[in-house]
């Protein structure tokens, strides 16, 4: 099991005393890592993202709040458990194998890690519908501990020569891990929250877009990359963008990404020729 470092920064906390429990969540929204959590809570006055960890889609584990600090998760219920939250809404969703798998390593790491059983919703300890009606949570809560695998961490800007692109045109999660580690932002490989009425104009960008009709968000790595490019940074492809990109990389500036693309093929021996 990996655990992406995400490195964010906190405001004041208290170290907990003692673990006894898990409390599992949804985050109420179809597209959102820790690095976005984090800053809505920011915004509600918190220290920063009161989960522990939050679960992607895709199975990735991130980082949340440092994990021996009490947590703001499950109000009353924080001085002694572990928050997960896991990317989606399950109220209105129904969650793949992919992340339930990865919830469930998660959980028997912990249970392992702490010697501990209880696993709740947090349903159970608040008036809420969360972790919502679609949740699998006899699945992921049942977990026996002695199904754990250790654990790694790796951090959201490391990069070693195993990062090397293979220089194909079609900008999927590998080369969005490498320009995420390049531009210091949370490397879990997925671009969110993106505008699903550019995707068919723009077959190169493979897997690992997360397409929307109208998001509520924005790809912190696409605004990196637009404020490399000299582009309005709103976090969100399209052609604007696109063109800028084509003009800092060099290539035709036509304002999509063919697949496989001439330009991503540039873009990738960019990444390449980053200094590791």
Same mark, same amino acid.
């Given at each position: 099991m990996n655990i992406i470092e995400t490195n964010l920064s906190f405001g004041s906390m208290s170290v907990r005393s003692k673990t006894t429990r898990i409390i599992l #969540?949804?985050?109420?929204? @179809?597209?959102?890592?820790?690095?976005? $959590?984090h800053q809505w809570h920011l915004n509600n006055g918190w220290s920063g993202i009161g989960y522990h960890f939050v679960v992607r889609k895709n199975g990735t584990i991130e980082r949340g709040r440092p994990e021996k600090y009490v947590g703001a998760h499950a109000e009353g219920s924080n001085s002694d458990s572990i928050g997960i939250c896991f990317e989606g809404d399950f109220m209105t969703e129904k969650m793949t194998d992919t992340q339930k798998n990865a919830g469930k390593e998660l959980v028997a790491y912990l249970k392992k890690k702490y010697s501990i059983s209880k696993v709740q919703k947090h349903s159970d300890v608040c008036s809420t519908d969360c972790p919502g009606k679609n949740f699998p949570f006899s699945e992921i809560a049942n977990v026996s501990a002695s199904a754990s695998t250790s654990s790694s961490s790796s951090s959201s800007s490391s990069s070693s020569n195993s990062d090397k692109l293979t220089v194909d045109g079609w900008w999927g999660p590998k080369t969005t891990r490498r320009l995420q580690q390049i531009f210091g932002t949370t490397v879990d490989g997925v671009v969110s929250n993106q505008f699903s009425c550019y995707k068919a104009q723009n077959p190169g960008l493979d897997s690992g877009w997360e397409w929307e009709s109208n998001?509520?968000?924005?790809?912190?790595? $696409?605004?990196? $990359?637009? @404020? @490399?490019?000299?582009?309005? /940074?709103?976090? #969100?492809i399209g052609p604007k963008t696109i063109k800028a990109i084509q003009k800092w990389l060099g290539c035709t500036q036509d304002g999509c990404f063919s697949g496989p693309s001439p330009c991503i093929? @540039?873009? /990738? +021996?960019?990444?390449?020729? +980053?200094?590791a």
């Amino acid at each position: 099991m990996n655990i992406i470092e995400t490195n964010l920064s906190f405001g004041s906390m208290s170290v907990r005393s003692k673990t006894t429990r898990i409390i599992l #969540h949804h985050a109420a929204a @179809k597209s959102c890592g820790a690095a976005t $959590i984090h800053q809505w809570h920011l915004n509600n006055g918190w220290s920063g993202i009161g989960y522990h960890f939050v679960v992607r889609k895709n199975g990735t584990i991130e980082r949340g709040r440092p994990e021996k600090y009490v947590g703001a998760h499950a109000e009353g219920s924080n001085s002694d458990s572990i928050g997960i939250c896991f990317e989606g809404d399950f109220m209105t969703e129904k969650m793949t194998d992919t992340q339930k798998n990865a919830g469930k390593e998660l959980v028997a790491y912990l249970k392992k890690k702490y010697s501990i059983s209880k696993v709740q919703k947090h349903s159970d300890v608040c008036s809420t519908d969360c972790p919502g009606k679609n949740f699998p949570f006899s699945e992921i809560a049942n977990v026996s501990a002695s199904a754990s695998t250790s654990s790694s961490s790796s951090s959201s800007s490391s990069s070693s020569n195993s990062d090397k692109l293979t220089v194909d045109g079609w900008w999927g999660p590998k080369t969005t891990r490498r320009l995420q580690q390049i531009f210091g932002t949370t490397v879990d490989g997925v671009v969110s929250n993106q505008f699903s009425c550019y995707k068919a104009q723009n077959p190169g960008l493979d897997s690992g877009w997360e397409w929307e009709s109208n998001p509520s968000g924005y790809s912190p790595l $696409i605004k990196a $990359i637009q @404020k @490399k490019v000299g582009a309005t /940074q709103d976090g #969100h492809i399209g052609p604007k963008t696109i063109k800028a990109i084509q003009k800092w990389l060099g290539c035709t500036q036509d304002g999509c990404f063919s697949g496989p693309s001439p330009c991503i093929k @540039k873009l /990738q +021996q960019w990444c390449n020729n +980053q200094a590791a």
